[in-house]
């Protein structure tokens, strides 16, 4: 028999990890789409290299900006409300250190213990951190791990950036008869791969999220083109 391995990640640091696994996934994927329909679009009405780059690095530095500072926002107020409830919970342990350890008993208890020895892991936990034991079990929040909204900003930033890089570069540096081609085909294999590492990472069927990335992404750049196409025939 093989003796088990202890360096494998577990619990939430394996949570931790697939979702910020899935968090640049998803934004390279964001940065795909987004950056593929403006592109696209601007080809289906002129053909000039510089107006298809110059479209295709304002939608990328836009886009990624954007991802970048809605990701610190978001993570910020999550950062926020953990802070808020460890001062509440640090409070009540202060105040009333015996209802709370009554709490933790029965919060241990329910989840499975006997209440002899619910009192006892309790009675441990709270003798060694009662502040951290609190938040784990009671908050779910582990203290020494709090989000981080300026990792979440880079990562987001950079996983948009990395995707948008793909339509960009494939519209500007192929011949003028082959840029659509290689664009639409170079989409369409980067959404294939992206739906997959998706579907994996979340433990899903893969066929479902492919088809449905591929045909977004298709319907994205369908719609854009042929409003630049009309734009373009237009005159404007």
Do not use: C
């Not at 981080?148 to 192929?174: C, D, E, K, M, Q």
């Not at 294939?192 to 750049?221: E, K």
């Amino acid at each position: 028999m093989t003796e088990p391995t202890h360096d494998e990640p577990h619990g939430g640091a394996l949570g931790a990890r697939l979702n910020w696994l899935r968090a640049a996934v998803l934004g390279a994927n964001d940065g795909i789409v987004s950056t593929a329909g403006l592109v696209v679009g601007v080809a289906g009405a002129t053909g000039s290299r510089s107006a298809l780059l110059t479209a295709g690095l304002a939608g990328l530095l836009a886009g990624s900006m954007s991802m970048a500072a809605g990701e610190y926002v978001s993570v910020s107020t999550q950062r926020d409300s953990e802070m808020a409830a460890l001062a509440v919970e640090k409070r009540e342990l202060r105040e009333q250190p015996e209802a709370e350890l009554r709490e933790l008993t029965e919060l241990l208890e329910q989840r499975g213990l006997s209440r002899e020895v619910a009192r006892e892991a309790a009675e441990q936990l709270t003798a060694r951190d009662a502040l951290r034991a609190h938040a784990r079990v009671e908050l779910g929040i582990d203290p020494d791990e709090l989000t981080n909204p300026w990792h979440a900003a880079w990562a987001s930033f950079l996983a948009f950036t990395v995707g948008a890089l793909l339509p960009l570069l494939a519209i500007v540096l192929p011949p003028a008869d082959w840029r659509l081609a290689v664009t639409v085909l170079s989409v369409l294999a980067a959404l294939t791969l992206t739906g997959w590492s998706s579907a994996r990472l979340g433990a899903a069927a893969p066929r479902r999220a492919v088809l449905r990335n591929v045909a977004g992404g298709a319907l994205a750049m369908a719609v854009t083109y042929a409003a630049g196409s009309l734009l373009g025939a237009a005159g404007v």
